[in-house]
């Protein structure tokens, strides 16, 4: 595996029993693989449902698949147990998109960044404090605000705790997920520029998932699109906005302005609702919704294949739209 890679997945796939009687196996990823470099952030977009949030989880364990490996810089992590699993959590960390609900009402901001030194059994190697002080600067934030509780703290204020948090133990990669989603516009953007600066400032990757595609395009270096469970396109950022070859791809696309109007056209509807996950369309699972589908589509799925270079699309298509 390249020194370049941080992070890899191999044909990851991870089902769920659905809900109620007789509801089938839910494929929330199902066969995905791809590579996360070492100091890229790679956005992750797709509807609701897609399976991002499940795949960002997988990654880092809080989720077990079914099938597929995990590494993390070549080691595999898929089948890690006890302390090993516990000291890989240290290298790779979470932002969840609701900073509300995963910071505990009870505890004050410093409980808080306390806990990870305590979970890791590092509160008597280290000064504790000073490095909770540190974590706060880093973040923008003041000290006054250790003794103070959540409901305390305005929304951007709660999220930027949630960073300093994921950052405590000095991780390698950041799943972000929907991390600035439940952001006003005007915190989002001051967010946004945090996570970039703490980026550059301590060499970290990302892994952003993000189901708005203006927020992916200013952060990421490249951009994956998932489809019911898998990935329908990867590229540079760069590429994939001038050249995207995915017809979801180009239908998410044309739904923003500052990206798709004016170089391709007007917006494209999508007909339909997201298929059942417990009960994907056979052949390309986009062929009921897709304005070009054909016959060869609903018997045939179409693999991911590199088109050109880093460029990356599952469709039949493909060749044709390079
Ligand atoms: Fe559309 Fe067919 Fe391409 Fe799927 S394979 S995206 S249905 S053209």
Same mark, same amino acid.
Request: glycine fraction near 10%; include cysteine.
């Given at each position: 595996?390249?020194e370049d890679?941080?992070?890899r $997945?191999v044909?990851?796939?991870?089902?769920?029993?659905?809900e109620?009687?007789?509801?089938?196996?839910?494929?929330?990823?199902?066969?995905?693989? /791809?590579?996360?470099?070492?100091?890229?952030?790679?956005g992750?977009?797709?509807?609701?449902?897609?399976?991002?949030? *499940? /795949?960002g989880?997988?990654? /880092?364990?809080?989720?077990?698949?079914?099938?597929?490996?995990?590494?993390?810089?070549?080691?595999?992590?898929s089948?890690l147990?006890?302390a $090993?699993?516990?000291?890989?959590?240290?290298?790779?960390?979470?932002?969840?998109?609701?900073?509300?609900?995963c910071?505990?009402?009870?505890?004050?901001?410093?409980?808080?960044?306390?806990?990870?030194?305590?979970?890791?059994?590092?509160?008597? *190697?280290?000064?504790?404090?000073?490095?909770?002080?540190?974590l /706060?600067?880093?973040?923008?934030?003041d000290?006054?605000?250790l003794?103070?509780?959540?409901?305390?703290?305005?929304?951007?204020?709660k999220?930027?705790i949630?960073?300093?948090r &994921?950052?405590?133990?000095?991780?390698?990669?950041?799943?972000?997920?929907?991390?600035v989603?439940a952001?006003d516009?005007?915190?989002q953007a001051?967010?946004?520029?945090l996570l970039q600066?703490?980026?550059?400032k301590?060499?970290?990757?990302y892994?952003?998932?993000s189901h708005?595609?203006?927020?992916?395009?200013q952060?990421?270096?490249?951009?994956? %699109?998932?489809?019911?469970?898998?990935?329908v396109?990867?590229?540079?950022?760069?590429?994939?906005?001038?050249?995207?070859?995915?017809?979801y791809?180009e239908?998410?696309?044309? $739904?923003v302005?500052? %990206?798709? &109007?004016?170089?391709?056209?007007?917006?494209?509807?999508?007909?339909?609702?997201?298929?059942?996950?417990?009960?994907?369309?056979?052949?390309?699972?986009f062929h009921?919704?897709?304005?070009?589908a054909?016959?060869?589509?609903?018997?045939?799925?179409p693999?991911? *294949?590199?088109v050109?270079?880093?460029?990356?699309v599952?469709?039949?298509?493909?060749?044709?739209? *390079?």
């Open positions: 595996m390249s890679v941080l992070m $997945a044909d990851l796939k991870v089902y769920f029993k659905g109620g009687r007789g509801a089938g196996i839910v494929r929330a990823v199902d066969g995905v693989s /791809l590579d996360i470099l070492r100091g890229e952030t790679l992750i977009v797709g509807e609701s449902g897609c399976g991002k949030s *499940t /795949l989880r997988t990654l /880092l364990r809080l989720q077990e698949p079914v099938a597929g490996s995990i590494f993390l810089e070549g080691r595999d992590i089948r147990r006890g $090993a699993l516990k000291q890989m959590r240290r290298e790779a960390q979470i932002v969840f998109q609701d900073p509300s609900a910071l505990n009402p009870r505890r004050t901001v410093r409980q808080i960044l306390r806990e990870p030194f305590g979970i890791h059994g590092m509160e008597g *190697t280290m000064d504790v404090d000073a490095r909770i002080c540190e /706060l600067r880093l973040v923008g934030l000290e006054y605000l003794s103070r509780y959540p409901h305390e703290l305005s929304g951007g204020q999220q930027r949630g960073i300093a &994921a950052l405590a133990l000095e991780p390698k990669i950041v799943v972000c997920d929907e991390a989603s952001l516009v005007s915190v001051q967010v946004l520029n600066e703490l980026k550059e301590l060499h970290l990757t892994f952003f998932i708005n595609l203006n927020v992916v395009y952060v990421s270096d490249r951009v994956g %699109v998932m489809y019911l469970g898998k990935l396109e990867l590229a540079d950022c760069a590429q994939l906005y001038e050249k995207r070859c995915h017809p791809t239908a998410l696309l044309s $739904a302005p500052r %990206v798709g &109007a004016g170089e391709r056209g007007e917006r494209i509807h999508l007909a339909g609702e997201v298929p059942d996950p417990a009960n994907p369309p056979s052949g390309c699972r009921t919704r897709c304005p070009k054909c016959e060869k589509c609903r018997v045939s799925e693999v991911l *294949t590199e050109e270079p880093g460029h990356f599952a469709c039949h298509l493909a060749g044709d739209a *390079t």
